[in-house]
């Protein structure tokens, strides 16, 4: 085969493998690096369980969340808006709450509990800022105000926004929110 023939053979073969780049070198590898750069960027955004698992603040919400059976709901498709209320949000209810919801006899009432947190779809803060009311995933609204550029949901403040996840996004916020 002449060296045209194995020339026009490889050029062939790379276009078939799509290998083929038509810039400087240079640009070719910053293309790589860019598309790499996206691939891990995607495979490492968690869910939301495992993003909460991570942050290492909501570890009552964690096991809140398994004892009531909503794993593999809040690891779903989605999206999901969570207002994840943190440790500390959780121990400032009464002495002896988050034991008594734990008991398998109250899964009932900590999926209710724990199913207000949750809104169908993903909403932002810029989105949040709009929003009188948000229905939740247990059918109650939860009312939202926004006083001074701060965000509240029912009686706790959205102290930080936009925990972006493979299947939603997270606000954390300071108290444990109730359904009326």
Known sequence: MSNRGTIAAVLVAAVAGGALWLGSPSAAVAEDAKQAKAVEGAAAKKDIVDTAVGAGQFNTLVAAVKAAG?????????????????????????????????????????????????????????????LKAAKTVNGKEAKVMVDGGKVKIDDANVIKTDIETSNGVIHVIDAVIMPK
Request: hydrophobic content about 40%; glycine content about 6%; aromatic content about 6%.
């Open 70 to 130: 909503l794993v593999d709901t809040l690891k779903g498709a989605g999206p999901f808006t969570v207002f994840a209320p943190t440790d500390e949000a959780f121990a400032k209810l009464p002495k002896g709450t988050v034991e008594e919801l734990l008991k398998t006899e109250n899964k009932e009432k900590l999926t209710q509990l724990l199913t207000y947190h949750v809104v169908p779809g993903k909403v932002l803060a810029k989105d949040v800022v709009e």
